[in-house]
Structures are given as C-alpha cells and as structure tokens.
C-alpha cells in the first residue's frame, strides 16, 4: 500500500505540539565531531534544540552511550527504565510455571546466581531464563548449570531449538546458523538492528528455513508487516549470535569481507576500547569459550570450533592487566 501523505509543513509550524521519540541512541553511529549524512545532521540539530526549540524528545540508550548523548542534549532529564523489580520477576516465575512450588524452586535457583538473576530484570531475557529452566526440569535435569551464566542460558536454549530438528536437517541449518551470525556480527559492528532484503541476499540467508528454526521463539523475525524488514528479538540476541560467529570454524557462510577467524578476533579485540557498545559481544565471546561448553558444542552437533581464537584473548587479557596496572600506577 502507498503511505499516507503527511502535511508536514502544517505539522512542524506548531513544534510545542511535536513529540520525536529516538528509540536506541546507542544503536546509532553518530559522530559528534563531524556528522557524516543529512540524516545525522538533522538528529543532532533536533537533540541539540538548533532546530524546533520548542518541540519535545523522548530519547532511549543504554548506559554506555550516556555520556555521548548527554554532550548532545540540551537540559535534559532523565529517567532509568527499571523493568522487572525483584517482585515482578519473583511474580512472572511463578506465573510462567503455573504452580507455586516449581515457579519458587526455579526463583531460588537463579537468584543465587547475581549476574543471570538481574538480567532478569528484561523481561525477554526473563522469559528465556524460564524457559530453559522449565526444560531442565522436565528433563528431570539439574538447574544449577543451566543457569550458571547468561551464556549458558542463551546457548542451552539455542540448543533446545537445534535439537528439535530432524537429522536430515542439521547440515543445512547450521549453515544457516552461521550465516544469521555473520549477520548478526555486521550489524553489531555497524550499530545496525535493523535488516532488509538486500542485507538478506547479501547473506544468502533462508529465511523460510530461519522461520521453522525459530518459529516457536521468534529469534530473528519480520520486525513490521508493511515492509521487509527483518530483526533480532532482542539487542542481547543479536549480540550472543555475533559471539557465535567468532567461534564457529570454517569459511563457509562466514560472509563477505571478513577475514580468517584468528584475525576477525584480533579486531574486536583491537576496537573494544573505544566502542563500548562491543561489550555483551566480547563477553558472550569469552562465555562461549568455556572449556565444557566447547566440547558440547563440538560433541553434540559437530560444530567446526575455530581452534586459535582462545590463545588470542588469553593474551589479550594478559595485555589488558598489565595496561590497568600501568594506568594505575600514573594515576
């Protein structure tokens, strides 16, 4: 259908009357020395108030682009999105499981475990802890390693999903895997959570076949019906599958223009410093390389692993203490 036609003219002559909502400032590239389209230009003047001062902004960021935006705004203030409090979740656990005694075992496990506990306060995140938990225990198996990290959780319930195919099958979507990681891995680079067709064949991705993968869970989806535009349920997703790309061994289906799997680290690793938003990634990176959890990936679905990649962030880390002990030791 042709869009409606907007009578833009009329709608910004009373500004006081505008409200522009920005939804992700820390998913745009944004160059606060020089911008570098039309498109970045304008948002800057509108954060800026050079132009429509009297029009209003609702604006949405992770902390680690706060700073960025707080040199671009004028006289804001500011609101922390909260999610789940600790008795949301304690409710949504024992709503998800549907009786009292499951739901308060499954809440114990996890908040034993501070870090996968307050990843709970999202509630997609919440649904896929529960989701995994409930699996385990209808598998009569223990809680405690499904939940031990955030990693752990997405990988389990990533694997829930690879094994409800059929074997005829895996060669194909594993494939595919890779392929939806080297996706995934461009738009974390990019700071894009949004795909088009062109990024789709680009990637010669199966969408059909994506489909029946996650149909149940709707990982990576149509993000609107009026145009074809693809995305991650959820940034934490996409940022998990972009790990998964630097894991995964082999050429094929890695995607266009990147390099071989040792050096592709050796970048992330290089850029990390200065781009906050590569955090999640490289610690989903480092989660993924868990000695146990490697020999379940290779084990179970005979995963090429990329062999070279775990000596390259050991060294990293080892740079990384002596530079903080050197920056300690100037301060």
């Known amino acids: 259908d042709a869009l409606p036609i907007l009578p833009l003219g009329e709608i910004l002559a009373e ?4 409200l522009f909502i920005i939804d992700g400032f820390d998913e745009l590239a944004i ?21 429509l001062r009297d029009s209003f902004l609702i604006i949405t960021t992770r902390p680690t682009a706060l700073e960025k935006l707080k040199q671009l705004v004028k006289f804001p203030r500011f609101a922390e999105i909260l999610g789940f409090s600790e008795e949301d979740r304690q409710e949504y656990f024992h709503r998800f499981f549907g009786n009292e005694e499951d739901g308060a075992h499954a809440f114990r496990v996890v908040q034993e475990n501070e870090v996968v506990f307050t990843m709970c306060f999202v509630p997609i995140v919440c649904w896929i802890v529960c989701t995994v938990i409930k699996e385990q225990m209808e598998k009569k198996k223990d809680l405690v390693p499904a939940s031990r990290t ?43 959570i949004l795909f088009d067709e062109q990024d789709i064949l680009r990637h010669e991705l199966d969408i059909p076949g994506l489909r029946s993968l996650f149909l149940k869970s709707d990982i ?34 890695r995607g266009e223009g990147t390099k071989d799997p040792h050096q592709d680290v050796i970048d992330l690793l290089g850029s ?29 679905f005979h995963w090429e692993i990329s062999p070279d990649i775990k000596p390259v962030l050991q060294k990293w880390v080892k740079g990384e203490i002596t530079r903080g002990w050197g920056e300690i030791g100037r301060a």
């Open 15 to 18: 500004p006081e009357k505008v």
């Open 150 to 192: 955030t990693t752990s959780v997405y990988m389990l319930f990533l694997t829930n999903l690879l094994k409800q195919q059929s074997t005829d099958s895996v060669q194909p979507i594993i494939l595919n895997l890779k392929r939806l990681c080297a996706l995934a891995k461009e738009g974390i680079y990019q700071q894009k």
């Open 220 to 253: 990576f989806t149509k993000a609107t019906e009026r145009y074809n535009l693809y995305s991650f349920i959820h940034l934490s997703f996409q940022e998990f599958f972009a790990a998964l790309f630097y894991v995964l061994g082999g050429d094929e289906g």
């Open 272 to 300: 990390y410093r200065e781009r906050n938003h590569l955090m999640l990634t490289v610690r989903f990176l480092f989660g993924l390389l868990n000695k146990d959890r490697l020999e379940e990936m290779e084990k179970r």
């Open 31 to 51: 160059s606060l020395q020089s911008p570098v389209s039309t498109s970045q230009n304008i948002l800057i003047n509108l954060m800026a108030k050079t132009d």
